[in-house]
């Protein structure tokens, strides 16, 4: 009688652990899952921070750009008020050189004729910086862009591998929790041939 008796217990002790490891693969399975989600969030925290200070870096240089430029025009007009009052000055000192000496007027045009190529030299080499303070900011901009493209690529295949690992991980799960229960089938079915010699 009591033989009769421990087999039947001995089948409830085993299914029991089985209930009680599927429930320990499922706990784990769930808490793996969120850990991937709470990772997921972190980095895609720590992208829009990336993103942020990128974008505050372009309007910095956007700024900056805008500052050079206006700094040059002012210093091309500044130039132009200081040739304007040069050539107001020189024909004085040409229509009081007129009444003097005939090479002194020659020597005057010449004189004029320099400082106006000085200044034409001058302007194109304003304008020449102007354009290449304009480039590398463009450059600098279409760095960050470049660098934007990167990191949103380097996001996606991060989610894609996120993705692919979680799905492993339930099929993984998934076949176990298959095999275990299989091994139950089998367990049960021994157990109850096992009970019929003794009935």
């Given at each position: 009688m009591n033989d009769y008796k421990r087999p039947k217990k001995?089948?409830?002790t085993i299914h029991f652990n089985d209930e009680e490891l599927i429930q320990t693969e499922i706990s784990k399975y769930v808490s793996e899952n969120i850990h991937l989600k709470n990772s997921l969030k972190e980095l895609r925290k720590e992208l829009e921070n990336q993103a942020y200070s990128k974008h505050k870096s372009v309007q910095?240089?956007?700024?900056?750009?805008?500052?050079?430029i206006k700094q040059l025009k002012d210093l091309i007009i500044s130039l132009r008020i200081e040739l304007e009052n040069l050539q107001i000055k020189m024909q004085t000192s040409i229509q009081h050189a007129i009444?003097?000496?005939?090479?002194?007027i020659i020597h005057l045009k010449k004189t004029i004729s320099c400082l106006r190529e000085e200044l034409e030299s001058l302007s194109i080499q304003k304008d020449e910086e102007l354009q290449k303070a304009i480039s590398n900011k463009e450059s600098e901009i279409a760095q960050l862009k470049l660098t934007i493209g990167l990191l949103r690529t380097a996001?996606?295949?991060?989610?894609?591998?996120?993705?692919?690992?979680?799905?492993?991980?339930?099929a993984e799960s998934t076949k176990e929790i298959v095999t275990l229960q299989k091994d139950l089938i089998?367990?049960?079915?021994?157990l109850q041939s096992d009970q019929k010699p003794g009935q």
């Open positions: 001995n089948l409830e910095a240089a956007q700024v900056d750009n805008k500052l050079n009444s003097n000496s005939s090479a002194e996001l996606d295949e991060a989610k894609f591998e996120s993705n692919k690992s979680l799905q492993e991980k339930l089998t367990l049960r079915k021994k």
